[in-house]
């Protein structure tokens, strides 16, 4: 195993009490003060705990050490191999996070979020979502996706992911990298969104093949092992969606099982295994799922969840949740800011947060 840098961030959370003082101040230090380049050639270390979806409310900095910060492709290169001002964006965000002590899960967006002059180069597919529409209600009519399976669109994912691992492989803010190159609708790269006839009809129409998709998930692995040697990179998985037939699709968990081993060998210690249709209740998700998750944690790789949904009312009991991932195995839990009004005291939230972080040095030390 290469040897993670003890000087990050994150590194000294699993031996410190996180709710005083001296350790926020500790993690403030590493990040804003070490600059923006680490001695030597170890891997990062990943997120860990809670991890707040944005910037958490500054009252809840102690609890949170990792944000997730979501940047559009299209915002970050408006023109092929031209990254500013998109990277003037993430280094002013980058800043905020290093003086409140929390690391960065940089995700780059794609699929509908692609540039509009790569959509003009690679062709485009219209991929649609009902049930997604209470999360984005402007994408009811479906949403403009570059062909993210054509060769054409890989070379220029190639090219910004290296651009970015140019400027942020050593970064100390930086924590993680989302694999995002194959995502459609939302930056879940196995969903196809192939319950939907329209989606299956426009994808064949557009030259969409199942052969060509898998290639490019694999690609993607490929491209995150060659550019991002010190951090970890993301993804977040769901049993694949495979268009199996003229007008038919079907789970194919296995495909999933078989990724998650590919991945663990291609980017060995800088895989992060991710899912973000999370719920406490086995029933609600169907066994795929939970094959999934025994293949995740079996495979050694860090890994964590999202709750399925981004409301109190799609999350449930927030507490009870928590407590599953836990059980799970999972080393971090992403959360959108609704833990102000869960009901769960502060003194709680930090147990749960030092109970995933446990679990988060296990995976580590294993690797």
């Not at 459609?184 to 989606?199: A, G």
Request: proline share 6%; hydrophobic share 40%.
């Amino acid at each position: 195993m290469t040897p993670r840098h003890s000087g990050c961030p994150t590194a000294s959370r699993h031996h410190v009490a996180r709710g005083c003082l001296a350790v926020w101040l500790l993690r403030c230090a590493a990040i804003c003060f070490v600059g923006h380049s680490l001695a030597g050639g170890e891997i990062k270390q990943p997120p860990a705990g809670l991890v707040s979806f944005g910037f958490p409310p500054k009252a809840w900095d102690p609890i949170f050490n990792c944000m997730v910060y979501k940047c559009r492709w299209q915002d970050l290169e408006h023109s092929p191999g031209r990254y500013d001002p998109g990277l003037q964006k993430i280094e002013e965000m980058l800043e905020r996070a290093g003086k409140r002590g929390l690391s960065m899960h940089l995700m780059v967006l794609c699929g509908a979020d692609s540039p509009d002059w790569l959509k003009a180069e690679v062709g485009t597919v219209t991929v649609f979502d009902p049930g997604g529409l209470a999360y984005n209600p402007e994408a009811k009519g479906g949403r403009v996706c570059a062909r993210w399976w054509d060769p054409r669109f890989g070379e220029a994912y190639l090219r910004m992911q290296r651009a970015l691992a140019d400027r942020y492989d050593a970064h100390p803010g930086v924590a993680a990298v989302g694999m995002n190159r194959c995502m459609s609708f939302w930056p879940e790269p196995f969903m196809r969104k192939l319950k939907d006839p329209k989606t299956r009809a426009n994808l064949r129409e557009a030259g969409y093949s199942t052969e060509l998709d898998k290639a490019a998930q694999r690609e993607t692995l490929r491209a995150h092992g060659q550019c991002w040697r010190r951090t970890c990179s993301s993804i977040a998985l769901n049993p694949y969606e495979e268009l199996s037939g003229p007008d038919s699709w079907r789970q194919d968990v296995e495909f999933t099982a078989a990724f998650i081993r590919e991945a663990a060998r291609v980017l060995g210690s800088r895989l992060i295994l991710q899912n973000d249709s999370f719920v406490h209740e086995r029933a609600q998700l169907g066994e795929d799922y939970w094959k999934m998750y025994d293949v995740m944690r079996a495979s050694g790789a860090v890994f964590g969840l999202q709750p399925r949904g981004t409301t109190r009312e799609t999350i449930g009991d927030l507490r009870k949740l928590i407590e599953a991932a836990i059980r799970l195995g999972a080393g971090y839990v992403e959360l959108v800011n609704i833990y102000e009004d869960a009901g769960l005291p502060r003194e709680e939230l930090v147990a749960l947060d030092k109970a995933l972080e446990a679990n988060a040095a296990i995976q580590v030390r294993n690797e």
